[in-house]
């Protein structure tokens, strides 16, 4: 509140507010020299309000973000076929952290496995998870490249899976 009144007296004395005292009233006069036009105050006020606006736009675009509310479609439901023993990889960046899911709608084999590597921040990240013939694997992730593989443990016969791939942060 205080900061408001000294900025209030910084303008009164910055444009010469005098009192003059005529026929023993107190009045305000203004100097002859004009202060802001009309126009210039409105297009100020305006150019305020959208700053404004933007700023509680870029707010609530990170509290997103911070609450895990976001997330991309990096793959959607693409069927991909490996020889036995074999995998299919992707690479993705991640530009904040948050988690990875991956989802195997369809195989033709109970071998089938989810990997996921990364490092990031001094972090080495290696993780396998098994998800059959349907599943849904999940796995942590940091800002930075990360490489997503999905495979089959098969020692005779290949394989061929769904699959949906989803970057949420």
Known sequence: MNFAF?????????????????KGTKRFKMSEKKVVG????????????????????????????????????????QTVSQPAGSYTYWRFYAPYAGYVSVRVHSSTTDNTYVRVIWSSHGVNYDHSITVGVSGTAVF????????????????FSGATETVTITYHY
């Open 140 to 155: 942590p992730v940091l800002p930075g490249s990360i490489e997503i593989r999905v495979g089959n443990l098969n020692l």
């Open 6 to 22: 000294s900025i209030l007296e910084c303008v009164l004395r910055k444009f010469y507010i005098r009192t003059v005292l005529e």
């Open 38 to 77: 009309r126009n210039v105050a409105i297009a100020l006020g305006i150019i305020c309000v959208i700053l404004a606006v933007g700023l509680v736009v870029a707010i609530a675009n990170y509290n997103s973000i911070i609450n895990l509310k976001k997330s991309t479609v990096w793959i959607d439901r």
